[in-house]
């Protein structure tokens, strides 16, 4: 195997792995408000993700950019909370602002803090020669978050059709944000705790 | 011998999301017949592993440090040649920058080494994630093989 085919496959098994469980929840929480039709807008929160991440990465891997690993650690979850709170807040994303719109610009500043997350390893690992790993490791890592989102749509299906089953009908609210705030709330019980034991202070 | 200083209090890189990888360059001297391996591990969790080689509550010290290291590396890494045939691998030194360790193993071929098999599990039985990467140089080529928990030999070159 080529250089850049191994640290592809590296990339990628550090995101679909299970110890990657909070890039995956952030991942989740992201597309908790999408549904299948929706899959255009939902790409755009994840590229901009993507753009963000790829950007700290490379500027804390070649020093241009150093960041205490501890509060990194911290506003990881940080993250995933204010994207659960932010589904949950928001019911009706045609009176938000922007039109809902600026959706894309938080998950590219968060993306800055993910992508500050891998980097003190890869620093440390390849200290002498960053370019080919860092570049393959990127790669791997956005075609595991594909990967993940592509389940997240199934699990996100399935879902909807549980809550459909299940729904009395007496209830006022729609499938979809009964969703929303079912995983969000999820989300952010889990986060919260994350945070909790992620401390720096 | 290696350098048993290198085991103590080795700081965390993270613990929320870890990268459980190593990275080891293996190149061969064609006019020595001789393989050297530099192993990059990250010292907490190679300290972590030796304890439990070990059998012990934290990570030895001092010349317990090193028969754990040398005891630990031999069951986790191996070169051979192309019959298979088991080269020794011996220590050629250890050092530490900031949270890595760069161990230094080698050994010699009876042969010129055309083609040279390893295996690296190191960590793998801390780790269920563990991904080991092999690269091998020949001249300006890099040939990387990566390695888990379970793995075999397999063909570096």
């Keep these: ?201 | 011998m290696l350098v048993a200083a290198h085991s103590v209090g080795a700081p965390t890189a993270s613990s929320a999301h870890p990268l459980h990888t190593t990275l080891t360059e293996v190149r061969v001297d064609a006019t020595t017949h001789t393989v050297r391996l530099m192993v990059r591990v990250f010292a907490d969790d190679f300290g972590t592993a030796l304890a439990r080689h070990t059998r012990v509550a934290s990570p030895p010290v001092g010349r317990a440090w090193d028969d754990a290291a040398t005891s630990y590396l031999g069951s986790a890494v191996a070169i051979a040649d192309r019959a298979n045939t088991p080269i020794a691998l011996r220590s050629c030194g250890t050092r530490r920058t900031a949270d890595l360790l760069w161990i230094c193993l080698e050994g010699t071929t009876r042969e010129v080494a055309n083609e040279i098999r390893g295996r690296n599990t190191i960590l793998c039985d801390l780790f269920d994630d563990q991904v080991n990467i092999v690269q091998l140089t020949s001249g300006t080529e890099k040939h990387s093989v990566l390695f888990t928990r379970g793995d075999g030999l397999k063909r570096l070159s």
């Design chain 1, 1 to 201: 195997m080529n250089s850049l085919a191994t640290f592809i496959q590296l990339g990628f098994r550090h995101i679909i792995d299970v110890e990657a469980m909070d890039h995956i929840l952030f991942l989740l929480a992201l597309a908790a408000i999408y549904r299948l039709r929706d899959a255009r807008d939902a790409l755009w929160v994840v590229t901009a993700f993507t753009v963000g991440h790829s950007i700290t990465l490379a500027l804390a891997v070649t020093g241009a950019l150093t960041l205490p690993p501890a509060l990194i650690e911290f506003l990881i979850p940080i993250t995933i909370v204010a994207t659960g709170i932010e589904n949950l807040v928001v019911s009706d994303r045609t009176r938000a602002p922007w039109g809902g719109r600026y959706r894309p610009v938080f998950a590219g500043v968060f993306g800055l803090v993910h992508g500050a997350g891998f980097a003190n390893y890869l620093k440390a690992l390849f200290v002498d020669h960053i370019a080919l790993p860092l570049f393959g490791f990127n790669v791997g890592i956005e075609l595991g978050q594909i990967t993940v989102l592509l389940a997240a749509a199934v699990l996100l299906a399935g879902i909807d059709r549980v809550i459909a089953w299940l729904r009395a009908p007496s209830v006022d609210w729609p499938a979809l944000r009964i969703r929303i705030v079912a995983v969000s709330l999820v989300v952010v019980v889990v986060a919260s705790r994350w945070a909790v034991q992620r401390n720096p202070w």
